[in-house]
């Protein structure tokens, strides 16, 4: 029986978030203790619902004061509840979460999750602490290679462990058609609509402005109909520029916006086709393998 500490900034929306339940999950399930520090969000009840324990601290700011202090209070943690092992999923909780495993001489993981751009040598530096594990897991092949590429670690540090979805919850018998036709008609699609949807988190990267330009060059008499299925959380401008794009190509019957959903498996049930236009190389995909997996 293990105590396993994942650091994050936040529990709102993400992939990074969303495996941290999860892993939190299968830690209570195997007969573990499951830790997850971090400043709170929306994901809080879910990990608390799977049996881990949340412990709220201001992972988010990035300040060196406020890593200091949270190292401070990280250590302190891995005292007073026996941690045997860190494990850290973000840049700026990663730095305090290192220097506290080191002072407690307890084993540090990193998972690295993102492309990282390194605009300069201090950015570079910044970004290395997700190369500083004892064991760095890379979420794909892809990551692994770029890791291998920026960072120079060898392959006795590196694994690649691919993220994944609940198969199971995401099943296509587990949506009727009845559930079917009332999801669409929520959306505000009709019956004979071919019902596209979009899942991803409303930002430049997933490339929702892209899929609105292929759906202007549509014929009406096809009924595409689009759902973008993700937050806008912190990305009010891009999302002010999609209604306007939206508005001046005359899609406004042919387009809804969602925002975040949380029955994914009733979502995917529902349309016709998925779409997850992205603009540049991400690390892994999930919305990706939950399409396949519905």
């Known amino acids: 029986r293990h105590t396993v500490l994942q650091v994050i900034p936040e529990l709102q929306t993400g992939g990074a978030e969303r495996t ?23 994901l809080v009840t879910e990990l608390e619902a799977v049996g881990a324990r949340h412990i709220r601290l201001p992972l988010s ?26 494990h850290a999923r973000s840049r700026a909780p990663a730095w305090s979460a290192l220097w506290a495993a080191s002072a407690c001489d307890v084993p540090f993981v990193t998972t690295y999750h993102g492309i990282y751009g390194q ?5 570079a530096f910044y970004n290395s602490v997700m190369a500083r594990g004892d064991v760095v897991i890379a979420n794909s092949e892809y990551t692994g290679e770029l890791i291998r590429r920026v960072h120079g ?4 540090r590196l694994r690649v462990v691919p993220r994944g979805c609940d198969i199971s919850a995401l099943a296509p018998e587990n949506v009727s058609a009845v559930m079917r ?9 009709s019956a004979d609509d071919f019902v596209i949807l979009c899942p991803a988190r409303i930002t430049e990267l997933k490339g929702q402005d892209v899929l609105l330009a292929a759906l202007a060059q549509r014929p009406a008499d096809d009924r595409p109909f689009v759902v973008f299925a993700g937050s806008a959380e912190g990305r009010a401008e891009y999302f002010a520029a999609l209604e306007r794009q939206v508005a001046e190509a005359g899609l406004t019957k042919r387009v809804y916006f969602a925002g975040l959903v949380r029955d994914m498996g009733r979502a995917y049930g529902a349309c016709d086709l998925a779409i997850v236009p992205t603009v540049r190389g991400e690390p892994f995909g999930r919305t990706i393998v939950e399409a396949q997996a519905a």
Do not use: F
């Open 20 to 42: 941290t339940v999860d892993i939190a999950a299968a830690l209570v399930a195997a007969g573990h203790r499951a830790l997850v520090a971090s400043a709170g969000g929306r």
């Open 61 to 86: 700011a990035k300040s060196p004061v406020a890593m200091w202090r949270n190292m401070r209070a990280l250590k302190r943690l891995i005292l007073s509840e026996g941690i045997d092992l860190v």
């Open 119 to 123: 605009k300069n040598a201090a950015k």
């Open 153 to 156: 670690i060898d392959n006795a």
């Open 181 to 189: 036709a009332d999801q669409r008609r929520a959306w505000g699609a």
